[in-house]
């Protein structure tokens, strides 16, 4: 069985500041996918970043990027010049070959003004 | 118009009472899902499927039931609520690999909040 494991509960950053946010997962498959998702206070689930497992490349998107080491089974996410409106959890997530989701605990992250 | 919606957003009940919690989709995924959340135990698989005639137990589906009526719409039921019942739930959908169309992620509603007294 897959687990993804985060093991922030809570962290904190100044504004304009960068934060990274820790992930480890274990599995026996080669190929996966895996995500950040974030969860405002709103409740909503918003997609953040996904990584493909056969892409050596680490994804970026905008202020977020990741550092995917897959020999390490470690995804991290760093969001840059952090924004107010970046203070959510936030949820890693795995995805196997069949579509089954797996998802950490998730990390409190909160942007102090 | 939001893409995935669940009803109701809020819901209080009684212990014992059937509970049904509706998902409706418009983007056409074959694939939809259902999770619960619990604080400090992120989100846990319920049930998912993978078509209209394709019904398959997640995680944690004791207590729970649930019924695929149409490509775009999937129940959960609670036949007997029970007060550790109580959390945030979230349906959601992704594309199948099949589609063409490329996309692996899932998609989620606004989730219902369930309290069972």
């Known amino acids: 069985a897959q687990t993804v494991t985060q093991s922030q509960p809570e962290m904190s950053v100044q504004e304009a500041e960068t934060v990274t946010l820790s992930c480890t997962y274990d599995t026996s498959e080669s190929n996966y996918y895996l995500f950040w998702y974030k969860q405002p206070p709103s409740r909503q689930m918003i997609l953040v970043i996904r990584?493909?497992?056969?892409?050596?490349q680490n994804a970026t998107e905008n202020r977020f990027s990741v550092n995917f080491q897959k020999a390490a089974k470690s995804f991290s996410l760093k969001i840059s010049d952090s924004q107010l409106g970046d203070t959510a959890m936030y949820f890693c997530?795995?995805?196997?070959?069949?579509?089954?989701?797996?998802f950490g605990t998730g990390t409190s992250l909160t942007v102090i003004p | 118009d939001a893409d995935v919606t669940q009803t109701p957003r809020n819901r209080i009940t009684k212990t014992g009472k059937r509970i049904m919690l509706e998902c409706s989709q418009t983007k056409g995924h074959d694939r939809m899902y259902w999770y619960r959340q619990d604080p400090g135990l992120g989100l846990q698989l319920i049930y998912y499927?993978?078509?209209?005639?394709?019904?398959n137990k997640g995680e944690i589906s004791d207590g729970y039931s649930v019924s695929r009526q149409a490509q775009a719409k999937f129940s959960l039921s609670l036949e007997s609520a029970i007060p550790n019942q109580t959390a945030l739930y979230f349906c959601a959908t992704s594309d199948s690999p099949t589609s063409g169309r490329a996309r692996d992620e899932q998609f989620f509603g606004p989730g219902t909040r369930l309290t069972v007294l």
């Open positions: 997530a795995f995805m196997n070959t069949g579509n089954q989701f797996y």
């Open positions: 499927s993978f078509d209209v005639k394709d019904i």
């Open positions: 990584q493909e497992a056969y892409k050596q």
